[in-house]
């Protein structure tokens, strides 16, 4: 029997544990692939106080799992596979084993959105600034959409391609004025904007790209077999094996202030909460305040 079970060991997940350990309570972490969750897999990260100089989200992800490791805290790399929320003594059960607590903290933030278009599937398409981005050097690579997690993977990327070309549904980038004028300065870089990447078509490779200006309707089709395409279209909160909650109509987790949902001794923290601002900054803050009040519990 654990005090307090948090799923996810991105920032929000990370700062749970911290803050349930420091108050002599016994805190098992979940998580199912690497600590640090999605920021892991980012260029760079920003504009969180403290980062190092020329921090990138390796660099990040490797230090929260340092610090969450001195906690204490039990981590265990397992999936959970169902859950019951709703007794007085909750049980999470991964595809290893079985385990319950008094309160649980839900920290699995959310899964890469899906265009859910023809071709998506195919080699060359939905791929990872970080890890991809140097097979794709002198090459055309495109970046879909235009908020600031793709804006700021185009800018990485236009030191490796030789064009990026951002394609984004708005009139203009949705991204923060710095990104914007760093767009401006970068002279390989080039904004389609109110257009959507409607249509994939290849063999087993992604060779030919659809575009549709969604002001006009027109289409653009482009033949260039050597391109990459970085999807950024936001997130799907990872709650559908959580019943019970009570979401938003994006599907997001609500809860009060004190990052309590619906059910009693249920928290939620971090990408998977309904709120308005989603950084690594707010998660943290999510998962101090869930931590804090799982162990008045």
Do not use: W
């Not at 921090?55 to 039990?74: C, D, I, N, V, Y």
């Not at 401006?184 to 992604?206: E, M």
């Not at 006009?216 to 990872?238: E, H, L, M, R, S």
Request: glycine share 10%; charged share 25%.
């Amino acid at each position: 029997m654990y005090d307090i079970i948090v799923i996810g060991a991105g920032p929000a997940g990370v700062a749970s544990a911290i803050y349930g350990t420091s108050r002599g309570k016994k805190v098992l972490v979940l998580e199912k692939n690497a600590i640090g969750g999605l920021i892991g897999k980012v260029s760079t990260v920003t504009h969180y106080p403290g980062i190092i100089e020329q921090e990138s989200g390796q660099t990040f992800a490797a230090r929260l799992k340092s610090q969450l490791e001195q906690t204490g805290s039990e981590i265990r790399f397992e999936e959970v596979i169902d859950a019951d929320l709703l007794s007085a003594t909750k049980q999470i059960i991964t595809d290893k084993g079985k385990y319950e607590a008094k309160a649980i903290v839900l920290a699995n933030g959310g899964s890469p959105k899906m265009l859910g278009i023809p071709g998506e599937q195919l080699e060359g398409v939905r791929l990872n600034a970080v890890k991809d981005g140097p097979d794709y050097a002198g090459k055309n690579v495109y970046v879909i959409g235009g908020a600031d997690g793709a804006v700021k993977e185009a800018l990485y990327l236009s030191a490796i391609a030789d064009q990026v070309t951002i394609v984004c549904i708005e009139p203009q980038l949705a991204c923060i004025d710095e990104f914007r004028k760093k767009v401006i300065d970068t002279d390989n870089i080039h904004v389609k904007p109110h257009s959507s990447l409607t249509c994939v078509r290849g063999d087993q490779r992604a060779s030919t790209f659809e575009f549709t200006d969604n002001e006009t309707g027109a289409k653009t089709f482009v033949d260039d077999p050597q391109a990459g395409v970085f999807v950024y279209a936001g997130i799907v909160p990872n709650t559908s094996l959580f019943k019970g909650l009570e979401l938003d109509e994006m599907g997001f987790i609500q809860t009060d202030e004190n990052m309590e949902t619906n059910i009693s001794g249920v928290y939620a923290a971090g990408d998977i909460r309904s709120k308005k601002v989603r950084q690594v900054a707010t998660a943290v803050n999510d998962g101090a305040i869930s931590a804090i009040n799982a162990s008045a519990k």
